[in-house]
Nanobody, 115 residues
Framework: QVQLDESGGGLVQPGGSLRLSCAASGTIFSISTMGWYRQAPGKERELVADITFTGYKKYRDSVKGRFTISRDNTKNVVYLQMNSLRPEDTAVYYC?????????WGQGTQVTVSS
């Protein structure tokens, strides 16, 4: 069983920065992919970025150049550094881990970008 614990959300002004962290506990395999999704009110959950165990990264177009995903395999932690935040980035951000055909989700952390 895998558990994901997220932290780092909050309220920030437009143009500001936040860093989200997600710590995975349990058995994490080298074939795992970890990532961040977000869901705004009235919208579907969408991929923000993900990263494989070997470091291959993928981003949605609207966050390229502003967000950076990274991963520490020794600690089983994935990070999302978010810079130049915009009001449209406001959402609940969820951590996701996929391995061995199983998917695990964190509880979500709120990110609000507002002046």
């Amino acid at each position: 069983q895998v558990q994901l614990d997220e932290s780092g959300g909050g309220l920030v002004q437009p143009g500001g920065s936040l860093r989200l962290s997600c710590a995975a506990s349990g058995t994490i395999f080298s074939i795992s992919t970890m990532g961040w999704y977000r869901q705004a009110p009235g919208k579907e959950r969408e991929l923000v970025a993900d990263i494989t165990f070997t470091g291959y990264k993928k981003y949605r177009d609207s966050v390229k150049g502003r967000f950076t995903i990274s991963r520490d395999n020794t600690k089983n932690v994935v990070y999302l550094q978010m810079n130049s935040l915009r009001p449209e980035d406001t959402a609940v951000y969820y951590c996701k881990l996929e391995q061995s055909r199983l998917t695990y989700w964190g509880q979500g952390t709120q990110v609000t970008v507002s002046s």
